[in-house]
């Protein structure tokens, strides 16, 4: 029933910009913090950032700070990830993921979060 779908993933330039966007159903979705993750060819998932229940606040990782922006729409049980400034680096399977938890202690509380989506690819290219 509970369901996390992300797209907008794809081929993009080096320094261009690219926007996620998660469709959740099945759970009330202003209940839940919705975090981004992702993960490299190889490497453990990493955390990129989250979204208050209602919107209001945000809270970013180290890995992308400062080239990304995550929002929410309750009204379409949506959330988004607008990505600028993309590097090679930036290659991975973008997860959303919805929890009850405070935004701040996503990352850490990786392992324990309630629902995953099933991932959408970026490839930045040089």
């Known amino acids: 029933e509970v369901q996390l779908v992300e797209s907008g993933g794809g081929l993009v330039q080096a320094g261009g910009s690219l926007r996620l966007s998660c469709a959740a159903s099945?759970?009330?979705?202003?209940?839940?913090?919705i975090g981004w993750f992702r993960q490299a060819p190889g490497k453990e998932r990493e955390f990129v950032g989250a979204v208050s229940q209602s919107g209001a606040n945000t809270y970013y990782g180290d890995s992308m700070k400062g080239r990304v922006t995550i929002s929410r729409d309750n009204a379409k049980n949506t959330i988004y990830l607008q990505m600028n400034n993309l590097k090679p680096e930036d290659t991975a399977v973008y997860y959303c993921v919805a929890d009850q938890s405070a935004i701040a202690t996503m990352g850490p509380r990786m392992a324990t979060l309630d629902y995953w989506g099933q991932g959408t690819q970026v490839t930045v290219s040089s």
């Open positions: 099945g759970f009330i979705f202003d209940d839940y913090a």
